[in-house]
């Protein structure tokens, strides 16, 4: 079985500073990793996804992640945080069994 | 193309009533997910199916919860009798595949509270 650590439950920045989200996996299997988004009464968002390939993954809303197989990471990060990115952001693998998610990080952005 | 939909947003009802919530997923998608969202447990994987077929629903809390799928464009999720603990967000999410990297869908959820 998969499972995912994200460090930190809340992380608070500037608006426009960097944002970064730490995501740590485990799977016996080769992975496939996401990141979603939930904003305040809503479903969660895919934001990107790391199948095969290349490891720095482009997603929507400026966000990128970098698969690190050596260290079993998968965070989350953004150049310049905006106040729109306020929400919950939850990791997730898939290794032999369906979608596991972290316990996700409140991301709070100060103007 | 529309998502995943869910019904209803919202629901308040007395405890010891049943509670039936409803899900019709994105059409061609093969999986589907119940899971349920609280403060204090986070999100969790209630059960899924896979082609109507219930596979694994070893997260559903206990007796009082049951799913079922008649068909391909239908679930529902069924408390019975409810009770205050049960108050929750309770997700549908569907996918072409239930592992692998097709991404899960999610609707906006049903914010279930239970007096």
């Known amino acids: 079985a998969q499972s995912v650590t994200q460090l930190g439950s809340h992380v608070s920045v500037s608006e426009g500073a960097l944002v970064l989200l730490r995501c740590n996996y485990s799977s016996s299997v080769p992975p496939y990793l996401f990141w979603y988004v939930q904003y305040p009464n809503q479903g969660l968002q895919l934001l990107l996804k790391y199948t095969t390939g290349a490891t720095l993954v482009k997603g929507i809303n400026g966000f990128e992640a970098e698969f690190k197989k050596s260290e079993t990471s998968f965070h989350l990060t953004k150049p310049s945080a905006h106040m729109s990115d306020a929400a919950e952001y939850f990791c997730?693998?898939?290794?032999?069994?369906?979608?596991?998610f972290g316990k996700g990080t409140r991301l709070s952005v100060i103007a | 193309d529309a998502g995943v939909i869910q019904s209803p947003r919202h629901e308040v009802t007395e405890m010891g009533q049943e509670v039936t919530l409803r899900c019709k997923p994105i059409s061609g998608h093969n999986s589907l997910f119940w899971y349920r969202q609280t403060m204090m447990r986070g999100l969790e994987l209630l059960i899924y199916?896979?082609?109507?077929?219930?596979?694994?629903d070893s997260g559903m809390p206990e007796d009082r919860f049951s799913a079922k799928m008649p068909n391909a464009s239908f679930s529902t999720l069924k408390i019975q009798p409810s009770e205050p603990r049960d108050s929750a967000v309770y997700f549908c999410?569907?996918?072409?595949?239930?592992?692998?990297?097709?991404?899960?869908?999610f609707g906006d959820g049903t914010r279930l509270s239970i007096l």
């Open positions: 997730g693998v898939v290794g032999n069994t369906p979608l596991v």
């Open positions: 999410a569907s996918s072409l595949q239930s592992q692998g990297p097709q991404p899960q869908h």
């Open positions: 199916f896979n082609n109507n077929v219930p596979i694994d």
